[in-house]
């Protein structure tokens, strides 16, 4: 089978409405926790084919089954796994989403940092950043924190697994209403408006998107190529989706990426009790590093 030879007509490829096996289900939750470390038990079947219909509409494979059959017995995981990935991942994000984590940042994090580090740039990660709100967040504080430290300077890392999502990351174009939790004197300065307001999109500012870089990183990966060790890694509401071994294998890389001192910031729904780290909570969801 050849995804040539299995294209249909618009109208044909619209009705993709059976269901795979438990066979290939199970092949498939296998592949995308070896790869992604995101568990798809079976209660999550129905799901998994709601996210899988587009890309079997795009392919013009007619059924789940088919799909399978393409991905482990001719090869196509080579070609497809970018896009079943991209299908499977969760990817809701917010400017200042958990915004006393931003706050602790600002308030705490940033000044201790720079007592010790003194003249040296701060270093940023949002190690699992979606469509980018994050890492712009990020930077918002950032330049807001070194408005009166003008000899002062940051980078910012933006990784995600999703292709997708780190391509509208890099664009900065969002719908108006992503960014009404931005603070009004923040949107003033960092938020452009379209010239015909019936777009309803906002775009974020050259400045602040010069100042973050974006790559697709695998957090499953042995070791993460992130240059210099950084001074804040963010990474939020995506351990949920790893089991125990994963998370502890996750964090350890992390925790291997951060300077001494560094800090750790997790989703508030996450933790690391039971994990062997070395990290000493210093606020709610926040760790430093030993």
């Not at 070896?34 to 219909?53: C, H, N, V």
């Not at 509409?57 to 970018?82: H, K, P, S, W």
């Not at 807001?144 to 003008?150: D, M």
């Not at 664009?171 to 004197?185: M, T």
């Amino acid at each position: 089978m050849t995804l040539r030879s299995q294209r249909q007509s618009p109208a044909a490829s619209a009705s993709i409405d059976d269901h795979m096996s438990q066979r290939n289900f199970d092949k498939l939750a296998r592949f995308i926790y070896d790869y992604s470390g995101i568990k798809m038990p079976p209660s999550k079947q129905t799901m998994l084919e709601g996210r899988l219909r587009r890309r079997l509409r795009v392919t013009g494979i007619m059924g789940f089954d088919d799909y399978c059959e393409y991905l482990f017995n001719e090869d196509g995981l080579q070609a497809e796994t970018v896009y079943l990935i991209d299908a499977v991942t969760t990817n809701k994000t917010d400017f200042f989403r958990e915004p006393n984590h931003f706050k602790y940042m600002a308030e705490h994090a940033l000044p201790e940092l720079e007592r010790n580090h003194p003249g040296r740039p701060l270093r940023l990660w949002s190690s699992a950043c979606s469509t980018g709100a994050e890492p712009y967040t990020l930077a918002m504080v950032m330049e807001s924190y070194l408005e009166a430290r003008p000899r002062s300077n940051y980078a910012i890392l933006a990784t995600d697994l999703s292709t997708e999502v780190l391509e509208t990351a890099r664009k900065g174009i969002y719908g108006n209403e992503i960014v009404d939790p931005v603070p009004q004197a923040l949107r003033q300065r960092f938020i452009m408006q379209p010239v015909d307001p019936r777009r309803r999109e906002i775009r974020v500012s050259p400045k602040l998107r010069s100042k973050v870089g974006f790559a697709r990183l695998n957090l499953m990966d042995k070791t993460y190529s992130v240059g210099e060790p950084m001074h804040i890694i963010f990474c939020r509401n995506v351990l949920i989706y790893f089991d125990k071994p994963t998370q502890q294998n996750v964090l350890s890389r992390l925790c291997d990426c951060l300077v001494p001192d560094g800090y750790l910031f997790i989703g508030h729904s996450e933790t690391v009790t039971g994990l062997d780290l070395p990290l000493r909570q210093v606020a709610n969801t926040v760790f430093r590093k030993i």
